[in-house]
């Protein structure tokens, strides 16, 4: 995994959903503990402007799903 990748994704995702320190911790381990996992989630983020649709963040959804 490209550690530079992973950072960037944090990053993004914990600025734009205003994360806690546990919410990214939480997050920077289910997303370094499988590659395609991470992958799956950093396409889908970086898409996510494209597939907003009807007001309703998809992403989010998912984030919340990830952080339980």
Do not use: C, P, Q, T
């Not at 799956?40 to 402007?49: D, Q, V």
């Amino acid at each position: 995994m490209d550690m530079g990748r992973l950072s960037l994704a944090l990053k993004m995702i914990s600025e734009e959903y205003k994360l806690s320190d546990a919410e990214i911790s939480i997050l920077s381990h289910r997303m370094m503990a499988d590659d395609v996992e991470f992958e799956r989630i950093w396409e889908l983020y970086k898409n996510k402007a494209r597939k907003f649709s009807g007001g309703v963040d998809r992403f989010k959804e998912l984030l919340l799903e990830l952080l339980r």
